[in-house]
């Protein structure tokens, strides 16, 4: 493909560098673009070729059905449909390493409400949001990167992207009080966030929940052997993340997030009504259309090593609209920082080596360019 993966989603560490890398807001490269011809202000996002180098034909792409998985059928008593999408998602999860959930647990006021949340945080002036940047002064030391608000880093890859954001990192919901308190520091509007966002991590847990039970069947592992790691008394994460990436005078040579693989466990996503996710598939990159209802669902790399490589973790990316601002809602499940990635035991014979060495799961976000 000529693509460069990138495999890095979240730096491990490094304030030093998360201060280093500022760059003009993307509400003041807009503004400029509004009053000026004179594009090279783009030239810090711009990828080194044309995306659509990358990109074959929409005719000469393979005949393909994105993978849908009916959720409803989890708890059916008809044991045929039951282990038909146990069959589906095991194969979803191994062929694609992606699917789509319809039908599934998480309520629709629910995702309206943080979808909401997220079009108003976006919509205010650069300096309100500003005040909503991680501080790393209070916070020494941690992890910079995608906590609280974002819109100016370059995150390690190749080019800028076209990209803010908004989330919190750490287990599951504390620190967005402190988000909320920052962003309506006057209001009930700061305790109906809260409560919002720990009512929706915890449904997307119990949605994680389903979906790790399932594959683990699949496999014929233990019933628990992923999910366990996201029991009430685990400190695994649930952490959130809007993404917001605003229309692009070009979007043909901008990205709003580069390719690369989650480092997680599994990554649910709302997208809203605007498509931008794309996923890698035999050398062909697929935009997965936006379906009213329905949840993406990618699969990371703490999966594909515990399962010794036969979930894959696959490569995506966002592409940004010319006309239309994009929302959506990441949600990551990873399990506790101390977590080893040790694959199951029946995953490994002949003819099937161990893939990688046991080591606790954070590793997976150490920066790694290819
Ligand atoms: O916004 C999206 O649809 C995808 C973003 C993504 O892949 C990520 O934030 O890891
Ligand atoms: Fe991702």
Redesign the pocket.
């Known amino acids: 493909m000529g693509q460069k993966e990138i495999s890095v989603?979240v730096p491990a560490d490094s304030a030093a560098q998360g201060q280093s890398m500022q760059f003009p807001h993307l509400d003041e490269t807009l503004e400029i673009l509004k009053t000026s011809d004179n594009r090279s202000i783009l030239d810090r996002y711009k990828w080194e070729t044309s995306l659509r180098d990358g990109m074959q034909e929409a005719g000469s792409k393979p005949a393909f059905v994105f993978p849908v998985m009916d959720m409803k059928h989890q708890s059916s008593q008809d044991h045929a449909l039951r282990e038909r999408l146990v069959k589906d998602i095991g194969l979803a999860a191994e062929e694609w390493g992606f699917f789509l959930v319809k039908n599934h647990t998480i309520p629709r006021d629910l995702i309206d409400k943080m979808m909401s949340y997220g079009h108003n945080f976006f919509s205010l002036p650069k300096e309100k949001k500003e005040e909503a940047v991680f501080n790393l002064t209070v916070h020494p030391g941690k992890n910079p990167y995608?906590q609280g608000y974002g819109g100016r880093f370059q995150h390690l890859q190749e080019k800028v992207p076209w990209?803010e954001?908004l989330g919190e990192l750490e287990h599951p919901v504390s620190g967005v009080k402190n988000l909320a308190s920052i962003l309506w520091p006057e209001s009930n509007e700061s305790a109906s966030f809260c409560e919002a966002v720990k009512t929706f991590s915890e449904a997307i847990r119990q949605l994680g929940i389903q979906i790790f039970e399932l594959l683990a069947e699949h496999l014929k592992l233990e019933r628990d052997f992923f999910s366990k790691h996201f029991a009430e008394d685990k400190a695994y994460q649930t952490n959130w993340?809007f993404?917001h990436?605003p229309p692009c005078p070009a979007p043909d040579f901008v990205l709003?997030?580069g390719p690369?693989t989650?480092p997680n466990a599994l990554?649910i996503?709302v997208?809203g009504d605007v498509a931008?996710?794309q996923l890698l598939k035999n050398d062909f990159w697929f935009q997965?259309e936006p379906v009213p209802d329905t949840l993406?669902v990618?699969i990371g790399t703490a999966l594909q090593t515990w399962t010794n490589g036969r979930f894959s973790s696959v490569l995506?990316?966002?592409v940004v609209n010319e006309k239309k601002a994009?929302l959506?809602i990441?949600n990551?499940l990873s399990p506790a920082k101390d977590t080893p990635l040790e694959p199951h035991p029946s995953l490994i014979d002949a003819e099937h080596p161990r893939k990688s060495d046991s080591r606790d799961w954070t590793h997976l976000f150490q920066p790694k360019l290819s």
């Open positions: 989603a995608y990209l954001h993340r993404n990436y709003g997030l690369h989650d990554t996503i997208q931008g996710y997965v993406l990618n995506h990316r966002a994009r959506s990441l990551f």
